[in-house]
């Protein structure tokens, strides 16, 4: 079998990591010393490189493993098809233009949809080549199909501390979950027990770089600025971005009725989705100019990258160790 590199993985480190690694970042690299990356990741090298190819062909096979898994248990399975263009993600370009003053007074954090990029109807092909199939079907064939495909309805009965604890086994995600095994998107170099110590330091190192005491007095000047601007609530950045989040979702928290008369509900009103713009941009431009009032993200960054340099001095031999499991794993 042929496997692929650990980093086109949908599932490659922690949410955490993943965002300590690239989204603190900035192209300058380390002040000290005109890096063109964080230490971790210069030291982990290709392992960050995103394929937009690599990683569509990966789900192409995903999908016809999919198909001839499903046909085995007796359904038919049309493959969904997959383009490159799904996987290409903003430029380093275009992530910079994003943090000028005039992107954010236009588009705020980017959540909603911009008067140049308005949200049309999903197109034909954006639809589920199996829908039709699947309504054919009776309720219990539909329900014995979503087994087959997904694995046991295990959510529906946790509460909400046993789905915090739960643990993603791939053997128990039906056909969808045998593939994506097979063509390694889990990631299982991640989740290996040889790596686990690595991998909880990682995750660790957010945490450690958000306590530092000089994110802390950060985060404490970037308070006091917003809460000159009218913000009260905001601790950290974090929070303004989530607060914008958690208004967006509320608007669509009366989806239920879609499934009990979905001709009687159309979404959220468009005053409703202007008002919700309106509040992310007025909070991201706040967000926006307290930030570069203290130099936010220099000094973030120059915080970043001395622990970054530091877990690398500590960690070599567990990292050498994964790499060296990666670029085996890739010769397979």
Known sequence: MVRSPALRSLSVLSVATLLLLTGCSDDSGD????????????????????????????QVEMENLIATCMSEKGFEYIPIEVSEDDYD??????IVDRETAEWV????????????????EPEESDEDPNADYIASL???????????????????????????????????????????????????????????????????????????PRVVELNTKWADCMADAGY??????????????????????????????????????????????EVEIATATADFACKEEISYSDELTTVQHELEKQFVTDHKAQLDAFIAAVESSESE
């Open 105 to 120: 007074a236009k588009n705020g954090y980017g959540m909603s949809a911009t008067e140049e990029e308005p949200v049309d």
């Open 31 to 58: 002040p000290a010393e005109g890096a063109s990356g964080s230490p971790l990741e210069e030291y982990m090298g290709t392992l960050f490189e995103m394929d937009p190819a690599a990683m569509a062909a990966d």
């Open 138 to 212: 009776s309720e219990g064939a539909q329900a014995a199909y979503n087994e087959a495909l997904y694995g046991p309805d295990v959510w529906s009965e946790m509460t909400e501390e046993e789905a915090m604890e739960y643990e993603y086994r791939w053997e128990d995600a039906g056909c969808q979950g045998a593939a994506s095994h097979e063509v390694d998107m889990t990631g299982d170099l991640f989740s290996d027990p040889a790596h686990a110590e690595l991998m909880d330091a990682m995750n660790a190192l957010w945490e450690k770089q958000m306590d530092d």
């Open 232 to 277: 009260t609530d905001f601790a950290t950045p974090d929070d303004a971005q989530t607060s914008v989040m958690e208004a967006q979702n509320a608007l669509w928290e009366n989806m239920d009725v879609v499934e009990e008369s979905p001709e009687s509900w159309n979404g959220p009103s468009d005053e409703a989705l202007a008002e919700v713009r």
């Open 89 to 94: 993600w903003a430029s380093e370009d275009e």
